[in-house]
């Protein structure tokens, strides 16, 4: 992968989904569940994965629905952008956040 575009997702993904906007403190997170294979090719999607991963748990459901319609941020689309550049780390993202994030909102009424 480019050191530009990981620079990117690393800025974009800490500052608008962990909300710290400190990179340096999402890069020093240890994956919780990542495969060694992965842990290898996307450290840093791991780490940033964990902390979207714990900061929806920890967020209530008033919280979540209110963030819900909020519009995307400059740093959130460069993220994405930065995300469907590289379809495995794209791949290795979702995989790592879709489960928990997706049983929260259920968990909240959020989704039928």
């Known amino acids: 992968m480019r050191p530009v575009m990981l620079a990117t997702l690393v800025g974009a993904l800490a500052a608008t989904c962990v909300g710290s906007g400190n990179a340096q403190e999402a890069q020093q997170v240890a994956p919780a569940v990542a495969t ?7 450290p ?3 780490a940033v994965a964990d902390k979207v991963v714990q900061k929806f748990q920890s967020a ?5 629905a209110a963030q819900r ?3 995307t941020t400059e740093q959130e689309s460069r ?3 930065a995300l469907r550049a ?3 780390m794209q791949q290795e993202f979702i ?4 489960a928990p994030i997706a049983n929260k909102l259920f ?3 959020l989704i039928p």
């Open 36 to 42: 060694p294979a992965a842990t290898q090719q996307y």
């Open 44 to 46: 840093v999607v791991d």
């Open 60 to 64: 209530s459901c008033e919280q979540i």
């Open 69 to 71: 319609g909020a519009p």
């Open 79 to 81: 993220a994405v952008q």
């Open 86 to 88: 590289d379809s495995g």
């Open 95 to 98: 995989n790592r956040v879709a």
């Open 107 to 109: 968990e909240c009424n």
